[in-house]
Nanobody
């Protein structure tokens, strides 16, 4: 399984950016896909997730209303649309995949639930 993330870069506060992650090497439609991020000196934190079979979406409180996760099962991709970006959103963003049997809803936000990780893409938000 390979996860290839793309779309990071530098953006001003208040701007928008879209990250994408392409999955290859396995069936995709039943996988739970998520985005995590890690800022320098901080622990990796959950950002958003989407469950394949139910299309249920989950968001961290810090990004709710600003970020939107979506998936295209035909293309095996998951995207993260980030709007109203803040300097505190600066981090390396990682996509992650949890294959079936997927974690229960209560554990979707736990990084231990995910078996596969992309290489990370840097997002820098300038003030």
């Amino acid at each position: 399984v390979q996860l290839q993330a793309s779309g990071g870069g530098l953006v001003q506060a208040g701007g928008s950016m879209k990250l994408s992650c392409a999955s290859s090497g396995r069936a995709f439609s039943s996988d739970t896909m998520a985005w995590f991020r890690q800022a320098p000196g901080k622990e990796r934190e959950f950002v958003a997730a989407t469950r394949g079979s139910l299309f249920t979406k989950y968001y961290a409180d810090s990004v709710k209303g600003r970020f939107s996760i979506s998936r295209d099962n035909a293309k095996s991709t998951v995207s993260l649309q980030m709007n109203s970006l803040k300097p505190e959103d600066t981090a390396a963003y990682y996509c992650a995949l949890d294959p079936p049997p997927t974690a229960i809803a209560g554990r979707v936000r736990n990084f231990e639930s995910y078996d596969y990780w992309g290489q990370g893409t840097e997002v820098t938000v300038s003030s």
